[in-house]
């Protein structure tokens, strides 16, 4: 029923096949889930690796463990979390449709800022590119900069779940992001691009100007998607 994975695998992956398994139907809503030694053996993996795995799927709301009687697949859909898994975005055709994903996220984020964004915003997104700037003066990657300019207007929007879901995102382009910014570093040409883009973001958002806000941070990340192709990221 399901494939074998080595013992050192995280319970991640366990819980994620348990979770196709789930929604193909091959267990009931309201059914049992086989035993801890039972998935053990079927996945070759610890009973621990199991444990694990179910108490991921219990805090998803996805089965509900039964003192006494076993593990049970809820009756009713869970709401579940967004999951990547990270052996896909080892792909570089994922890393691609990721940045894609972040484009179009980034751009209406700016476009957001412009038409909401307070005085102590604007203060705030003019601190988070002076910071880059005093980085990249020191010869540092401005990679913790970066992804905290680009929070800083996330947060000028006043939408919390532009915040969250850029942070989700960013943690699966945190390799291709740090590679990145360290070759920016050492091109003066490519240093020069980012720090106007950057720069062309902070003006459209100033000026309360969202379709030159969503233009400047689309473009950025266009950019980001072509100097990750430069370093051979993907």
């Not at 890393?95 to 972040?102: F, G, N, P, S, Y």
């Not at 900069?145 to 006043?158: K, L, N």
Request: charged fraction near 25%; avoid cysteine; aromatic fraction near 4%.
């Amino acid at each position: 029923m399901f494939e074998k994975i080595p013992a050192r695998a995280l319970s991640d992956t366990v819980a994620q096949q348990l979770l196709k398994q789930i929604d193909k139907g091959t267990f009931e809503r309201g059914g049992k889930l086989p035993t801890e030694a039972v998935l053990a053996q079927q996945f070759g993996v610890s009973r621990t690796v199991i444990r694990e795995a179910i108490s991921r799927l219990k805090n998803e709301g996805v089965v509900e463990p039964r003192q006494g009687s076993g593990v049970f697949i809820a009756a009713h859909g869970a709401i579940r979390p967004l999951r990547i898994d990270y052996a896909d975005v080892a792909e570089a055709g994922s890393v691609l449709q990721i940045l894609a994903l972040r484009r179009a996220i980034e751009a209406e984020v700016a476009s957001e800022a412009a038409l909401r964004r307070s005085a102590a915003d604007m203060t705030a997104i003019d601190a988070a590119l002076a910071r880059i700037d005093a980085a990249a003066a020191h010869g540092e990657d401005g990679v913790a900069e970066d992804v905290a300019f680009h929070r800083v207007i996330a947060a000028a929007t006043g939408n919390p779940y532009f915040l969250k879901t850029l942070t989700f995102l960013n943690q699966y382009l945190e390799a291709g992001t740090l590679v990145t910014r360290r070759n920016e570093a050492l091109r003066e040409d490519f240093s020069r691009q980012v720090r106007d883009e950057h720069a062309a973001i902070v003006a459209a958002i100033r000026a309360g100007d969202p379709a030159a806000a969503r233009e400047a941070a689309s473009t950025h990340m266009n950019n980001a998607a072509r100097r990750l192709a430069e370093a051979g990221i993907v």
